[in-house]
């Protein structure tokens, strides 16, 4: 079973920037596809961004599309949401979690979740 354990959150001005890390433990990931979604107060889980399991396929929302770049490195067991031009809306809880595939952008598909990590932006 795989364990994720997101960091790097934190507080932030708005167009600042942030890089999230989610490490992963218990088994390799090299051969899952990763996504990251977030979650702000009141609101479902929102797709934010999908790697394939090379790495060589990604695939953002449109929210996000030139701001955030997600990436990963499988010799570190680990996937990273590089995040610029923060935005007070982008303020929400961050997840990472081992998606279905990489056309998956349904965080309910999602699998594997990790505890998450807050993300403020202030104006």
């Known amino acids: 079973q795989v364990q994720l354990v997101e960091s790097g959150g934190g507080l932030v001005q708005a167009g600042g920037s942030l890089r999230l890390s989610c490490a992963a433990s218990g088994r390799s990931i090299d051969s899952y596809d990763m996504g990251w979604c977030r979650q702000a107060p009141g609101k479902e889980r929102e797709f934010v961004a999908l790697?394939?399991?090379?790495?060589?396929?990604?695939s953002h929302s449109d929210s996000v599309k030139g701001r955030f770049t997600i990436s990963r490195d499988n010799a570190k067991n680990t996937v990273y949401l590089q995040m610029n031009s923060l935005k007070p809306e982008d303020t929400a809880v961050y997840y990472c979690?081992?998606?279905?595939?990489?056309?998956?952008?349904?965080?309910?598909?999602?699998?594997?979740w990790g505890q998450g990590t807050q993300v403020t932006v202030s104006s």
């Open positions: 790697i394939s399991w090379s790495g060589s396929t990604t």
């Open positions: 979690a081992v998606t279905p595939s990489i056309y998956s952008r349904d965080p309910r598909l999602w699998n594997y």
